[in-house]
């Protein structure tokens, strides 16, 4: 039985059993083929189980007491079961396991593995579970958000023997190998803010490692399954897998489209369903993980996504190039977003001394790490401690459009960005992130505007109103960085609160850029406040009962 999601009734079911295990990283190695539509290759997911975790429980229930009866009613459902894969024979494929109890196994797909949208296992978010019963023995189940994809193998990986890697290990006399991979991820993982070059490098590194045996794993509309036979808790199961799969051309994460001069190009949108339909993770915001993207595309397209540095492309054989990006700040998932197309840089006619000066930039690795405050989140190189970054007033930033548009991009846009930036400053301090680009999106785009780590994807619409929309939905997009970015809602519903505030605060930035004098900015809000009150009014008389209702919930 399929699940059939029916906004705005039903909320995205959130699938991923983050109480029991957490991505940490995620090393995507991508490519992008315009002719099929299609986004390919391998990611790499580092993990590190979590807290909440009890090895020595034998119920999900009794997990369940540690937790608010809230907490349990949606995160911590009713046990399940797979068939137990030790009778199977040799000859059957190593994904070829169905959920007991929920009607007949399932089919494959032609090459063999299941598909999720093609068919469902009937298990829905609320019957989930961390443990999966097998005959008497448990095997632990890690659950991802999935949707639109075709899984092809799933695979633990090898990080022992990556050259190098042993000085991660702190018991060498550990004579089962699982064991130390798992305690090599976790030395990884737990690497001080200070040493995040070297981290990166050896995320990089181990997603480079060969496999060391498949895992099983299951796909339903919602989700992606996977475990390891014989590993009955979220400590044992391995800390770093490799999944291979590929996008859709249908798939609800991924936009392909053609641009403002009819060129293709592809971009993710991040909503409704967020990001499992561009690739597997853990999508509920608590989950919290820094990612780093190698994306390759033919070499006429530029590839843009959510990084903190400014990449270069790399030439790998003719007519084809790689980018590669990260971030070393934890951010949801669905936060991370990708454009590739056609895009053009559009640099400003001049340039003053006064941007430059306030622009200059101050990369991660430079960082003067004398703490300016103490940040109560957990550890990653904060440039709220960077006593460099707190006088940044301009973010170095690059605005990227469709050729066709450089015209009013010019006019517009290049004209607004550093006072908006800078506006920003002169209210709430130290930009959370390190750079922005700013992406003229293809005309089929649904909004003004998103907000991502390091780039905002903003509608041809806001060019088309003058200095005024432009500037007010710029400021709305930087406000993003830090509430919904930076500072983020533990649970989508809640969602609504970034929005609040960033909307209240595009209008104190855009009074800020156009340097309006105290009275002139008062006036100027109190007018936009008084529309928005009138438009929500109207938006109330032309909605149903329910949906003018906003649901508190109580913990």
């Not at 301090?429 to 390190?434: I, M, V």
């Not at 960033?502 to 309006?516: N, P, S």
Request: proline residues 5%; contains cysteine.
């Amino acid at each position: 039985m399929d699940i059939k999601l029916e906004l705005p009734q039903d909320d995205l079911p959130l699938m991923a059993n983050t109480n029991h295990i957490l991505v940490k990283h995620y090393v995507l190695d991508l490519d992008v083929n315009f002719k099929s539509q299609i986004i390919e290759g391998t990611l790499v997911l580092f993990f590190q189980p979590g807290n909440r975790y009890r090895k020595n429980s034998s119920s999900t229930e009794e997990t369940c007491r540690s937790e608010s009866n809230e907490a349990c009613k949606f995160r911590m459902p009713e046990p399940c079961h797979v068939t137990n894969t030790r009778t199977f024979s040799s000859k059957m494929k190593y994904n070829d396991f169905a959920i007991c109890g929920k009607g007949e196994k399932k089919t494959s797909g032609k090459d063999g593995n299941h598909d999720n949208g093609e068919q469902a296992s009937g298990i829905s978010s609320s019957n989930y579970c961390c443990d999966t019963g097998i005959h008497g023995s448990e095997d632990f189940l890690l659950v991802l958000d999935c949707c639109d994809l075709s899984v092809l193998k799933v695979e633990e990986v090898d990080i022992a023997a990556v050259p190098g890697i042993e000085k991660f290990t702190r018991s060498p006399k550990l004579r089962v190998v699982s064991e130390l991979r798992n305690q090599i991820v976790h030395e990884l993982v737990t690497l001080p803010a200070d040493r995040w070059r070297e981290q990166l490098d050896y995320y990089a590194c181990c997603s480079q490692a060969p496999g060391c045996g498949e895992l099983l794993f299951d796909t339903d509309s919602w989700s992606l399954q996977i475990r390891k036979t014989g590993a009955q808790t979220a400590t044992d199961f391995p800390h770093a897998i490799r999944i291979r799969y590929r996008t859709k051309p249908q798939g609800r994460s991924v936009t392909w489209t053609s641009d403002q001069s009819g060129r293709p190009c592809v971009y993710t949108m991040g909503s409704p369903i967020n990001n499992r339909a561009l690739f597997p993770c853990q999508e509920p915001p608590v989950a919290m993980s820094t990612w780093q993207a190698t994306v390759r595309a033919a070499a006429s397209f530029v590839v843009l996504t959510s990084g903190e540095n400014s990449a270069k492309p790399t030439q790998l054989q003719e007519g084809s190039l790689s980018w590669h990006y990260y971030v070393t700040m934890p951010m949801p998932a669905s936060t991370f977003t990708i454009a590739v197309g056609s895009w053009t840089e559009m640099k400003p006619e001049t340039c003053s001394s006064d941007d430059l000066a306030a622009e200059r930039s101050f990369s991660t690795s430079e960082a003067d790490f004398r703490y300016a405050g103490i940040c109560g989140h957990v550890e990653y190189p904060c440039r709220f401690q960077n006593t460099s970054a707190t006088t940044q007033e301009i973010i170095p930033h690059r605005v990227f459009a469709p050729v066709c548009l450089k015209g009013t991009c010019q006019e517009t846009l290049l004209q607004l960005l550093s006072s908006c930036l800078a506006a920003a400053h002169s209210v709430l301090g130290t930009h959370p992130f390190s750079r922005l680009d700013v992406l003229i999106v293809p005309a089929n785009f649904p909004s003004l505007g998103m907000a991502s780590p390091h780039i905002v994807f903003l509608s041809q619409s806001a060019l088309t109103g003058g200095s005024h929309l432009c500037g007010i939905r710029l400021c709305h997009e930087i406000a993003h960085a830090w509430f919904g970015l930076a500072i983020g809602a533990r649970d989508w519903t809640e969602e609504w609160l970034s929005e609040g505030f960033a909307t209240h605060l595009e209008d104190v930035f855009w009074a800020k850029a156009q340097k309006l004098a105290p009275h002139e900015a008062q006036e100027q809000q109190e007018l936009r406040a008084c529309l928005r009150w009138r438009r929500l009014q109207d938006e109330l008389q032309n909605s149903p009962e329910e949906m003018q209702v906003l649901s508190v919930t109580t913990q």
